[in-house]
């Protein structure tokens, strides 16, 4: 008898392990698997961010992470619940098991009150597809050093989490176009991981949001180390000058570190500032979860960001 379920901490870890070779993300399994499990111990993880698995008896067929996320589309609030790391072990791999977890964390979710489901697949669309999801318009923009304007920090500070809140708040689109909310929650969750990221990296806190003031605005920007690239996971401005200053600013983190670019998905603020360009991973899907609501059309473009793919 199947059924679904949390995952105990000796299950953890064998997920964990098991999905280490694919988001790994270059740490060693043990750095991994202990930021992992400090991130799902983390009171930031709270009832929000939940590991589950799909059991038969005491045997882990499948697992995922399921987060309970806030959204809005066509201007309507959304419950939605946020799935991610789906996955099988090899030797089970192609007898539906993780289909079927799917269909239960789905079904328990609408039960719970769930409006639509949404998720960031590396896999291509079309198996997600047959489970309901819907592809929506996925990009991406890189910009160099070099596209970045050189002056105009006047005053930069490491941002707190209050004041990425509020600029951030104040920046949605508000175009009816399917975005996920930034309660308190999403930025609190955020921030951890980078933190738990930046020591299991072993290096001194990183610059992972940046705040900038000038005359006629403020900025703030929440940023990420990538291998390559520094990820802008998402940023905010009330006036031109500070959206300058803040993007000098990027320019500077990027000289710094030795990057030479910047990565963004376009939304919101973000969007229209550099050339967008499909992108080939993390391609957003969302899925309605009861007749009614209203949920983005096939192919429609969406209101996320880099953030948002947590
Ligand atoms: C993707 C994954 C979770 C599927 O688990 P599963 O229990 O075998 O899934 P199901 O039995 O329900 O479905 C198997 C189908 O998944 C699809 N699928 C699996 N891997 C795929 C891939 N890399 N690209 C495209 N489709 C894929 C195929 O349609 C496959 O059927 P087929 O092999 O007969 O064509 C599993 O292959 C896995 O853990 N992969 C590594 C992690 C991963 O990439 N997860 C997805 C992140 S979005």
């Not at 105009?152 to 975005?179: H, I, K, M, Y």
Request: charged content about 25%; some cysteine; aromatic content about 6%.
């Amino acid at each position: 008898m199947e059924e679904l379920r949390e995952l105990s901490g000796a299950e953890r870890d064998a997920y964990f392990r098991g999905v280490h070779p694919i988001w790994g993300g270059g740490l060693s399994e043990d750095r991994f698997i202990a930021f992992q499990r400090r991130l799902a111990e983390a009171c930031e993880a709270g009832e929000r961010h939940r590991l589950i698995g799909l059991f038969e008896g005491s045997r882990l067929l499948a697992a995922m992470k399921a987060y309970d996320l806030r959204g809005t589309c066509a201007g309507k609030p959304l419950n939605i619940l946020g799935v991610g790391a789906v996955f099988t072990p090899p030797v089970l791999r192609r007898r539906g098991h993780a289909r079927r977890m799917l269909e239960l964390a789905i079904a328990d979710h609408a039960s719970r009150g769930a409006d639509a489901a949404i998720l960031f697949s590396d896999i291509g669309t079309a198996y997600y597809q047959r489970l309901g999801f819907r592809p929506l318009r996925s990009e991406e923009c890189t910009a160099d050093s070099s596209d970045l304007p050189r002056s105009g920090a006047q005053d930069a500070v490491p941002a707190d989490e209050a004041g990425l809140t509020r600029l951030f708040a104040r920046s949605r689109a508000n175009n009816g176009d399917l975005t996920l909310a930034r309660d308190g929650w999403v930025l609190r969750f955020q921030l951890r991981r980078l933190r738990e990221l930046a020591r299991a990296r072993g290096v001194a806190e990183p610059e992972w949001g940046i705040a900038v003031r000038d005359q006629g605005g403020e900025g703030a920007a929440m940023v990420r180390m990538a291998r390559d690239a520094i990820d802008v996971l998402d940023a905010a401005w009330t006036s031109e000058g500070a959206r300058d200053a803040l993007l000098a600013r990027l320019r500077e983190v990027l000289v710094r570190s030795g990057r030479h670019r910047i990565r963004l998905w376009p939304s919101h603020q973000l969007r229209g500032l550099f050339p967008a360009h499909p992108r080939a991973s993390a391609l957003a899907m969302v899925a309605p979860l009861r007749p009614g609501v209203v949920v983005s059309a096939s192919g429609a473009r969406a209101d996320l960001a880099l953030l948002d793919h947590i």
